[in-house]
């Protein structure tokens, strides 16, 4: 609505069709339409035309506004005049602004450090460019559906060399982010927009006005008091604070030294908050005393009996044959190596008789204790090592005859 309370024209400039109120502002109002040539819808920002408002210069701010190119703007698409308003076309996102989103409730220290990085990369991009936003506040942040924040209302916003002309009240924005040299008169620069955002983050995270009131009694608190900031936050982001909202303006860091701080705050509440993985480690197989002594002992008894074995199989030219109960045995005949017969060289088979059990013969190696018990009978003559050495098993091996259990 212009001033006197009349709406906008139904179609500016020929092209931009009104569709809907969007929002309102000391600076103007925002409607959604319609770009009826190139068929896209778009944001317009309509306010009428002052007395001393001079043409020429509103285009010459305008081109460089609409050479603006950042992912956390509202980009410029055009300007124009229609009757008696003045209009800027931007580019539309569709989400929420941070002041809707504040209604709900503060935002959380990993959301207000996101939201604060993104606006100070915009503003760290424009006072690159030698422009000043001078109304950074929540209205003027858009929230995209993916998390981005982008800084809106560039509309109104001057060169730094150029003074801005108006009424007071139009001239420094909106009295409850202005910085102190906005209130008292002095050079606004870049370092205003570093106060107003300081403020925009303190009320995000706490949910209030950091000066709250009417508009003279907010503007000139700011003079005589520096906004509270709580002992409850961290001790980074209070640091942050107290810095960004200095009342003098060459305390303040750069939007640039902010984002960075900003980012290093919201990527460390992100790690912070991301699930740990647990690495569990193997406990490694540690074989004990008893487990090394009793492995020692096996091994020795094993050494023991294939020595006893191999040894006795040779001893009076005997020989040992695997099969099955030898010819003409008697049932009562004793347990056997193996099923095996024990014959003399050359000679007839005669059955085996039962052998005593290993490590009981005479001559014998001793096995170790416990292991006497689990013997099995051997042929004759294993009752001890043969004198010069082991003898040879049936393939030519040193190998012992397996005693199957009866």
Known sequence: MLDGGTDPPRVLGGRYRIDALAGRGGMGDVYRAFDLRLERPVAVKVRAKGPE???ARFFAEARTLAAL????????L??????DCVFLVMELVDGPTLAARLRHGPLSPG???AVGCDVAA?????H????VQRDVKPANVLLEASGRARLADFGVAWLADRPRTGTTGVALGTPAYLAPEQVSGGPVGPPADVYALGLVLLEALTGVRAFPGAAQEAALARLVRDPEVPAGLAPAWRALLVAATARDPASRPEAEALRRQLSSLATSVATASAPRRVVIARPRARRTLRGRRRALLLGGAAAALVAALGASSAVGGTSVRRGGA?????????RTVGAATVSPRGGARTPGAAAPLAGTGPGAPAL?????RRGKPLPPGHGGPRPGGYGRGPRGRGAAARVPDS
Not at 78 to 83: K, L, P
Not at 128 to 131: F, I, P, T, Y
Not at 326 to 334: E, I, L
């Open 368 to 372: 170790p204790p416990g292991l006497e």
């Open 128 to 131: 690159r460019r030698g422009v």
């Open 69 to 76: 190119s950042h992912p956390n703007l509202v980009a410029a």
């Open 78 to 83: 055009d300007a124009g005049v229609h009757d």
């Open 122 to 126: 915009a503003l760290g991009y424009v």
């Open 53 to 55: 408002e001079d043409e």
């Open 111 to 113: 959301e207000a450090a």
């Open 326 to 334: 030898p010819r003409g045995a008697p049932a009562s005949a004793g």
